[in-house]
Every structure is written in C-alpha cells, then in structure tokens.
C-alpha cells in the first residue's frame, strides 16, 4: 500500500508491521470492510496498491481471482513470495498496465491516501472495471485526519487541526512493541473523495464508518471518533 516510490525504502518495515498477528488496525476493521462492502467473488478483481499483499491473499481466500499492484518493488516481491494463485505487478496506480474493463471489482484498501495521484487512480480503477462493476475502498476517515486524540485514555480528548479542507502532507513514524514505520500520504476532505469518484464515473452505493471489533482496550476511544471509511461505488 504504497505511493509512488515513497514507500521502497519503508518496505522492509511494512512486512514486518503489517505481518505481526494482531499488530495494527487492519486485524480489526477487515472483517467490516469484507463483510460490508466487498460483493462476492466475479470474473476479476484488482488491487490497486496491494504492499505486501494481505488484503489480496484474504480476498484470494474468499474466492477472488486476484491481480494487484504495487509501486514498490520489495513490496511486490514479497507479496508474490507468500502468494502463488494471485498475480502481482509492479506498477503506477494512475497508469494501471490492464485494458479497459478488464475487472468486474477493483479494491483500494488505505492506498488511495498515500498515491501520489488520487483523482488519476480513481480514473484508472474506473477505467479498468466493467459495465456495473464495482470499485471498494477504504481510506483513513477524513475525521480522523481532522485532528488527533490528547492522550491514550479510552475518554481522551479529540484535539482539531485548523482546517479540515486544508490538504495536507502526512509523515508520522510510530512505534509499537518494538516495531517501527514512517507512515507517509495526504489527507483528503469527503468531498475530495466524492468528487473524484463522480468525475470518474463512479456512483457511491454503500457507505460505513466501521468500529473495531474484537480489539484491545487502546482501540475503545474508536469507538467514537471513526478512523476509516469504506465506500462501494458502481461504474455507471
């Protein structure tokens, strides 16, 4: 899940991140994202940023038939390592190298914030999906990146940034048990999102602002502020 080159020299972190049972978000909130909004398996299905590929393999034990992308070549590699059903390639996601309607699903799982192109990607995953197909995402919800909450505490306060349509550059580097990673992206307003899915051709048809489930006590105060966003939208 990487942008454009930025996440190469990070890549060797992200394996060790994302590979950690029950280390990050992602072991809590996938099961909304799949049960949610993910259609059942079609013809096809692209992901478009794929990092070490855990969001590709759990669609694979689902039934997709995958090929997904990655700007980063450790990351690619990786991915093809500990998956041999899907195909992975390196690639930019706003220049997917796949024909017009190619997939009756598209996935962007937390990539869309850290591309270097988010309108450019939109128009690729719409150019790349069939008549009716489906694009699904999920992003840091744009009230999480409003702001940041003022101590760990299930009841802390949610401090706001100035301005929630300023778009900013993200780099933060967190560390967990023993882990490190430099997290790097943009943040974008709801709006940006919308319109870039409607210039593209694309029609929301599901929206959900997940809670974690079965997390630890550190994810309560989740519970009420929303950290991601999933969307189903349809090529119209």
């Known amino acids: 899940m990487s942008p454009e080159g930025e996440w190469e020299p990070e890549a060797e972190n992200w394996v060790r991140w994302a590979r950690t049972p029950n280390h990050d978000a992602y072991w809590y909130y996938r099961e909304s994202f799949f049960d949610l909004v993910v259609p059942p398996p079609g013809r096809r299905t692209i992901e478009i940023g794929c990092g070490e590929g855990r969001v590709a393999r759990d669609l694979a034990a689902r039934g997709h038939q995958v090929a997904a992308v990655d700007s980063s070549l450790t990351l690619v590699r990786y991915a093809r390592e500990a998956d041999a059903q899907s195909s992975y390639a390196l690639a930019d996601s706003a220049a997917l190298p796949f024909y017009d309607r190619e997939f009756d699903l598209a996935v962007a799982y937390n990539s869309l914030q850290v591309v270097a192109d988010m309108p450019g990607t939109v128009r690729e995953a719409a150019r790349v999906l069939d008549h009716e197909g489906r694009f699904c995402i999920c992003v840091s919800h744009p009230m999480a990146d409003v702001g940041s909450f003022v101590g760990d505490q299930p009841d802390a ?80």
Do not use: C, H
Request: glycine share 4%.
């Open 157 to 236: 306060p949610f401090a706001i940034r100035p301005s929630y349509f300023e778009r900013r550059r993200v780099e933060d580097t967190v560390q967990r048990d023993g882990l490190t990673m430099t997290f790097r992206g943009w943040t974008y307003s709801l709006e940006d999102y919308a319109v870039a899915f409607k210039e593209a051709g694309l029609r929301m048809e599901a929206m959900r602002e997940p809670w974690p489930s079965g997390a630890p006590p550190r994810y309560e105060r989740w519970r009420r502020v929303p950290m991601f966003l999933i969307i189903r939208a349809v090529k119209s």
